[in-house]
């Protein structure tokens, strides 16, 4: 399954923004200057960006985010088309609904890079089975557990005395006592705090 492992610093920087690839913990490096493209020369590069230009960047700016490679990306979008409604919230919508991003959103993990390693060695069941699969589509009713074999483990442990459903978005829930969390609806584009014009990525791929 491929994925990008260099560093996330370089990506930041591309796109000028904190794409929220670490722990707010940890977060960038002092040395990552998003004011600064990376490379040697980046500061004199610094141009006025044609609308194509735009659009790319915005694009692969989600991709980012959410950690998808492009195929799988112009996928989702392919999708989004087909449902009903704005095609630029829908795919922010099914982005979303990934169960790596869900086990973000309820506080199993502190970035969504570290949800996808914890969903891919199998430590979450999704309506009581084992799901392993970071880029499964969760949907609204759907129940996200911790599973029974994992809960002893040092990390949920620790994970279990920082949880609060309080910073939980509304369209999801969360069970502290069983460590459980369920999608009570679809989000909407206000629930997605994420900094995105999704417009630009539908002039993309419409080009």
């Known amino acids: 399954m491929a994925r990008y492992i260099g560093p996330t610093c370089k990506l930041a920087r591309r796109e000028g923004v904190d794409l929220e690839l670490k722990s707010p913990a940890r977060g960038l490096e002092s040395k990552c200057k998003l004011n600064q493209p990376p490379g040697q020369h980046g ?65 199993f993990s502190s970035s969504r890079a570290q949800a996808r ?28 557990t911790v599973r029974d074999i994992s809960r002893g483990k040092t990390y949920f442990k620790e994970v279990s005395q920082i949880l609060d459903d309080n910073q939980v978005p509304a369209w999801l ?19 997605i705090d994420v900094s995105i014009n999704e417009q630009l990525i539908v002039e993309y791929y419409s080009r």
């Open 43 to 107: 500061a004199s590069r610094r141009v006025r960006l044609s609308d194509y230009a735009l659009q790319l960047r915005e694009k692969q700016k989600v991709r980012r985010i959410y950690g998808v490679l492009e195929r799988q990306f112009r996928n989702y979008y392919k999708l989004a088309a087909k449902q009903r409604g704005a095609t630029g919230e829908n795919l922010l919508r099914l982005l979303e609904s990934r169960l790596d991003n869900v086990v973000y959103r309820l506080g």
């Open 173 to 191: 829930s969360l069970d502290l006592t069983n460590l459980t969390g369920k999608m009570v609806d679809l989000p909407s584009r206000d629930d």
């Open 117 to 144: 390693q914890i969903v891919l060695h199998g430590h979450f069941d999704v309506n009581g089975r084992k799901t392993n699969i970071p880029s499964y589509l969760v949907k609204p009713g759907d129940i996200i």
